[in-house]
């Protein structure tokens, strides 16, 4: 399998469920990226991950929890969301240390909390 | 500061009509790279062109092509004879260097391409 994937492709969770987004990247990239693309709103860039070490956090509330067991695979734990956190969640790898490293994205995850 | 602006926040076309899409940054680097992503309804960014801040050659893709102008901090994107698979949204970036092997990447807020039968 190759680029980026993304599951589950959508989900649904009540506030006070706990769930988790998976992504896995197969082009041997060093860094991970956690966007968030809500209606009518710019991309939000929530997390990015180098070599499994997080070098960015946008103020992004506690309630969404990154992890990064290794370069090839991050995840984003969700627990007691609000309905406004219902968004298309989107995961990207590319080379940390070259700025002409294109993002390749994956299908996303469409989250509603209801 | 470093900024992506796409002003067409629209855009309807009718099938085999040529269209542009805009885009204008604001960088202070002199090295910096700017890139066209496409999302179609299925949700994926796909990336379509890098260009570099010292490679002002325009670029053509098949019915793509990109007009770089530096003397306008423009970048444009211009669809010729479009399709209806051309429809989707289109995403403007720039990345700059924010500091040693460090780059950031800034995002225009996209141009949603209708392309009607």
């Known amino acids: 399998e190759t680029g980026v994937t993304q599951t589950p492709r959508h989900l649904v969770m009540g506030m006070t469920n706990k769930k988790s987004l998976k992504c896995e990247q197969h082009?041997?990239?060093?860094?991970m990226y956690w966007y968030k693309q809500s209606a009518k709103k710019p991309l939000e860039l929530m997390f990015v991950?180098?070599?499994?070490?997080?070098?960015e956090n946008n103020s992004v509330p506690s309630r969404f929890s990154p992890e990064c067991p290794n370069s090839s695979h991050l995840f984003l734990h969700l627990h007691t969301l609000q309905p406004e956190d219902s968004a298309l969640y989107l995961c990207?790898?590319?080379?940390?240390?070259?700025?002409?490293?294109?993002?390749?994205f994956g299908n996303g995850t469409r989250l509603t909390v209801t | 500061a470093q900024k992506v602006t796409q002003a067409q926040t629209e855009i309807s076309v009718v099938e085999k009509e040529d269209v542009t899409l805009d885009c204008v940054y604001e960088?202070?680097?002199?090295?910096?790279?700017l890139f066209w992503y496409k999302q179609p309804p299925s949700g994926e960014l796909v990336f379509l062109i890098r260009?570099?801040?010292?490679?002002?050659q325009n670029e053509i893709s098949g019915r793509y092509s990109w007009n770089f102008q530096k003397s306008t901090s423009s970048f444009n994107f211009t669809i010729t004879a479009s399709q209806v698979v051309d429809s989707a949204v289109y995403f403007c970036?720039?990345?700059?260097?924010?500091?040693?092997?460090?780059?950031?990447?800034?995002f225009g807020k996209g141009t949603l391409l209708t392309v009607n039968p």
């Open positions: 960088t202070r680097d002199t090295t910096y790279y």
């Open positions: 990207a790898s590319s080379q940390w240390d070259r700025g002409n490293s294109p993002l390749h």
């Open positions: 970036a720039l990345t700059y260097n924010s500091g040693g092997s460090n780059y950031k990447l800034t």
């Open positions: 991950y180098s070599l499994e070490e997080r070098v």
């Open positions: 082009l041997g990239h060093n860094a």
């Open positions: 260009r570099n801040s010292f490679d002002e």
